[in-house]
């Protein structure tokens, strides 16, 4: 018995075999692609961190070399002073917004209170405005309240951000603990405070933990609101960098977004440590 294959059928059979191969292409060039958005900004840092010379029409460095590492960490730099003044304030920051996105997120958590849906909205406004508007007036605000300029008024501004994402993701957690476990809880005799500390909190304190990077890192890269309000009396390092760019002192400027790069992906993979799928699936609910 014989078996004759035609000619459209041998030319399907063929496409067939070249489909994955073809499949195997678009997928590397997508991530390629992927890769150039994502990590050519960062080797353009680290190439002007390491220039010592560079000009048009080179498309690469004429000297190479750590003078201006040198420079950024050097004894008469400000770099360390910005820095840690950006650290003081980002976690000065954190702080006031724990103090009230706690109680809050759990009350909003608990559904119900009145006008639920509207209070969770509100701390989204500072989202949906430019904000170099609203520094602009806050800042006209602060100057008659002596704010302008101080460490104060920084934190204060960037608490408004920063309580974005702290009553959202605290919200989050807290609907995601056990209501049952609360009720146990309260059937043997603890009261509710107790059954916070000892029940609600615990299994809330890793979202807790996340909103807390989440404004940190609002925080410790947040130049609007610095700029308009803390200026200059106040420098962090995104006014240091700002600063650095406006001059040309590109190299400087490299260096310092470097810097502020390490704390952002580190605290990165403790976010993705601490928020969990169920987690999630409550934001907004």
């Not at 101080?150 to 204060?156: A, D, F, Y």
């Not at 146990?184 to 916070?196: E, L, Q, S, T």
Request: one cysteine or more; proline letters at 6%; hydrophobic letters at 55%.
């Amino acid at each position: 018995m014989s078996t004759s294959i035609s000619t459209n059928e041998l030319s399907n059979i063929k496409l067939s075999m070249l489909r994955p191969k073809w499949g195997k292409y678009v997928q590397a060039l997508f991530i390629l692609a992927l890769a150039l958005l994502i990590f050519g900004p960062l080797l353009n840092l680290l190439i002007w961190s390491v220039a010592e010379t560079w000009y048009y029409p080179h498309k690469l460095p004429l000297t190479w070399g750590f003078k201006y590492w040198e420079q950024v960490f050097g004894s008469d730099s400000d770099v360390y002073s910005s820095l840690l003044t950006s650290l003081a304030i980002a976690i000065l920051t954190v702080l006031v917004c724990l103090l009230v996105s706690i109680p809050a997120a759990y009350a909003l958590a608990r559904r119900s209170l009145p006008f639920r849906a509207a209070v969770m909205l509100i701390f989204l406004l500072p989202q949906a405005f430019p904000n170099i508007a609203v520094y602009m007036n806050v800042a006209r605000i602060f100057y008659y309240w002596d704010l302008n300029g101080t460490i104060l008024g920084v934190v204060l501004v960037h608490t408004v951000h920063g309580l974005m994402f702290s009553i959202w993701i605290t919200v989050a957690a807290f609907s995601s603990v056990d209501p049952q476990q609360e009720l146990a809880a309260r059937n043997i005799g603890a009261g509710p405070i107790k059954v916070f500390f000892s029940v609600s909190l615990p299994q809330a304190m890793p979202g807790i933990i996340a909103s807390c990077i989440f404004v940190f890192l609002e925080s410790l890269d947040e130049f609007t609101g610095t700029f308009f309000v803390g200026a200059p009396e106040i420098t962090t390092l995104p006014l240091l960098l700002y600063t650095a760019s406006m001059e040309g002192n590109y190299q400087i400027a490299s260096i310092t977004a470097m810097v502020l790069l390490v704390p952002s992906i580190s605290f990165m993979l403790l976010v993705d440590r601490f928020i969990k799928p169920e987690m999630l699936s409550k934001i907004g609910h």
